[in-house]
């Protein structure tokens, strides 16, 4: 019985309420950044192919292991903005340059994106499947202001089988439950926000409970794997015509962690080449790399290594991940890499 205490314990299991006390915090949220704020959908104006596989805690019975798989596709022509404003521009018709100032339509353009995330850890089963839209308004030519929203629907599972005990003969509430297994679902949606240029970037997102136990049995229900709120911020300083280095700070939140701050930079060479690291204030240090394999292809690399006292954040996490650009803007935000 003290096994099985521990494990719902560890997972979250208190009053028929489930938590997954392992949120999704990547080094690689520039691979699929629309999984913590919907306003970045179709930023660059791209059509992209998104996989990633995320072992965390390798080593460790029963960690969680992540699997995603993302699209999006970014439309609307970006036109060339001109407020007008010349000053070495002299007419006869002063009314002249309003008429051909950018139409306020022709500065908006839009992004629609897919997201499929599964994630396993011991009886745990989660497979989420999210629809995401982004709306992006220029408000000058390097300046641009972006919101979207996101709904998701998440079915979760519990298998007892796969929970043991040392003695399961003496404990009737595991007897209970061994051969059967617990379902539920839920829909949350995702609002975001973001303003941003080629130099900086500010966004904040939040998670909504939209519709909660869905088709569950056993009184059980869960909530997301994602963070309740999470901010980004980060600047792009250029060292050179060929290297920019991108520091960075996020902010997550939920009811179980509480804050986490996540600290890192990136180095990109001439956007062929990318090396990172950072640290998470939950002791999570990690390193990320990538690289341009084709004009379509790329592929990212992260290792995360535990420096807190817990037993279960020292284990090592390793996670891939690969994008696939059909269509590829040369003037994209290099804070996305």
């Known amino acids: 019985m003290k096994r099985f205490l521990i494990?719902?314990?560890?997972?979250?299991?208190?009053?028929?309420?489930?938590?997954?006390?392992?949120?999704?915090?990547?080094?690689?949220?520039?691979?699929?950044?629309?999984l913590i704020n919907p306003a970045?959908?179709?930023?660059?104006?791209?059509?992209?192919?998104?996989?990633?596989?995320?072992?965390?805690?390798?080593?460790?019975?029963?960690?969680?292991?992540?699997?995603?798989?993302?699209?999006?596709?970014?439309?609307g022509k970006k036109a060339d903005f001109w407020d007008g404003m010349h000053n070495n521009l002299r007419v006869s018709d002063p009314d002249w340059i309003k008429r051909q100032k950018t139409p306020f339509s022709s500065r908006i353009f839009h992004g629609l994106g897919a997201t499929l995330l599964s994630f396993e850890s011991g009886p745990f089963d989660y497979i989420n499947?999210?629809?995401?839209?982004?709306?992006?308004?220029?408000?000058?030519?390097?300046?641009?202001?972006?919101?979207?929203?996101?709904?998701?629907?998440?079915?979760n599972r519990i298998d007892?089988?796969?929970?043991?005990?040392?003695?399961?003969?003496?404990?009737?509430?595991?007897?209970s439950l061994i051969g059967g297994a617990a379902n539920a679902g839920a829909l949350y949606g995702q609002l975001g926000i973001?303003?941003?240029?080629?130099?900086?970037?500010?966004?904040v997102s939040g998670y909504l409970n939209l519709v909660e136990n869905i088709q569950s049995n056993e009184g059980i229900f869960f909530d997301p794997i994602y963070p309740l709120i999470s901010t980004q911020a980060g600047v792009i300083i250029p060292l050179s015509t060929l290297v920019e280095v991108a520091p960075m700070v996020q902010a997550f939140h939920n009811d179980i962690t509480g804050i986490i701050l996540?600290?890192?930079?990136?180095?990109?060479?001439?956007?062929?080449?990318?090396?990172?690291m950072g640290y998470r204030d939950n002791g999570i240090a990690y390193a990320t790399l990538g690289m341009d394999i084709s004009s379509t292809l790329r592929?990212?690399?992260?290792f995360e290594k535990g420096m807190a006292e817990t037993t279960i954040l020292n284990f090592n996490t390793h996670e891939l991940g690969i994008q696939l650009f059909l269509k590829k803007n040369k003037e994209r935000n290099t804070f996305l890499w």
Not at 136 to 145: E, F, G, Q, S
Not at 160 to 175: C, E, G, H, T, V
Not at 194 to 203: E, I, N
């Open 7 to 34: 494990l719902l314990v560890l997972l979250g299991l208190s009053g028929g309420h489930v938590t997954a006390q392992t949120p999704y915090m990547s080094p690689q949220w520039y691979v699929y950044p629309s």
């Open 299 to 302: 592929i990212n690399y992260s």
């Open 262 to 276: 996540d600290y890192g930079f990136r180095t990109n060479f001439e956007e062929l080449f990318m090396v990172g």
């Open 129 to 155: 499947l999210g629809l995401n839209y982004g709306m992006h308004i220029r408000l000058k030519n390097d300046l641009t202001v972006s919101s979207g929203a996101s709904f998701t629907y998440v079915n």
């Open 40 to 75: 970045y959908t179709g930023i660059n104006q791209e059509v992209q192919f998104n996989a990633g596989l995320r072992q965390q805690w390798a080593g460790f019975d029963g960690a969680p292991t992540f699997g995603i798989f993302q699209f999006q596709k970014g439309f």
């Open 194 to 203: 973001l303003v941003h240029s080629r130099r900086f970037f500010v966004g």
């Open 160 to 175: 007892w089988n796969k929970i043991q005990l040392a003695d399961p003969a003496s404990d009737p509430l595991y007897n």
